[in-house]
């Protein structure tokens, strides 16, 4: 029998009907418990994502530009590009105020001729003359939260702090 303490899981429940998927995060949960094994989860659904992960690492153009404990990164995003992808999920719960979205303008650039400097500055609304000639260097802004950004520690960046009246189950 095999028992396996990293499973990766890439997009596994992405093409399921939501019924389904919950039944097979529920499961994944259950495994995880009583098995402690570890998930490489891989997923764009990000109510997926804070459903199941206890850290989360955020991805532009291959490279990873900010990692943190789920429920710290969901309220307060350290990275631009986090900040834009949490205004796009959708509201939970109908009551809470609606968040603005943050639209993103220009191109994606191309992974295999990324821009000079910051990848992100060239879509970033908070980018200066130093994304666009430095790549950030990966670093900690905290205990146990890493992320590639030469302003992070000034940025007052929106995350989904008050998302839902229903305390966490991770």
Not at 86 to 108: D, F, T
Not at 128 to 137: D, K, R
């Amino acid at each position: 029998m095999s028992n396996p303490r990293l499973i990766v899981c890439d997009e596994a429940v992405s093409a399921l009907d939501v019924s389904i998927q919950a039944q097979i995060l529920n499961l994944l949960k259950d495994l995880q418990s009583k098995l402690g094994m570890a998930y490489l989860f891989i997923a764009h659904d990000l109510a997926v994502v804070e459903h199941l992960s206890h850290r989360v690492a955020v991805m532009y153009l291959g490279r990873i530009v900010e990692l943190a404990d789920t429920d710290a990164l969901f309220d307060t995003p350290r990275h631009p590009y986090t900040e834009a992808l949490l205004s796009a999920a959708p509201v939970p719960n109908p009551g809470l105020k609606k968040r603005q979205r943050i639209v993103l303008h220009g191109e994606v650039a191309s992974p295999s001729d990324p821009p000079r400097g910051c990848h992100f500055h060239p879509r970033c609304r908070y980018a200066t003359a130093l994304c666009a000639q430095e790549t950030p260097q990966w670093r900690q802004v905290a205990p146990e939260r890493h992320v590639a950004c030469h302003h992070a520690d000034t940025l007052n960046l929106a995350g989904l702090a008050n998302r839902d009246a229903t305390p966490s189950s991770r």
